[in-house]
């Protein structure tokens, strides 16, 4: 997927933010480089993966589960 200059322009009509041709090509190029490394890690293949919920192995401290 990729934005065209007329897409960007659009967006920032949307929201309301003023925005020159240059500036709307540099957003352009930026927005596309995202979208093309999204589509490189949908590429991946991550069956088999753990899902987890931070980077390193970490636990979370936790009070006793007590009523009170």
Known sequence: MSLTLEQ??????????EISESEARTTQSHLNGIFQLI?????VDTRGVKPMAHAQDLSQRLRADAVT
Do not use: P, S
């Open 39 to 43: 589509e490189q890690m949908q590429a």
């Open 8 to 17: 960007v322009q659009r967006i920032a009509h949307l929201a309301r933010i």
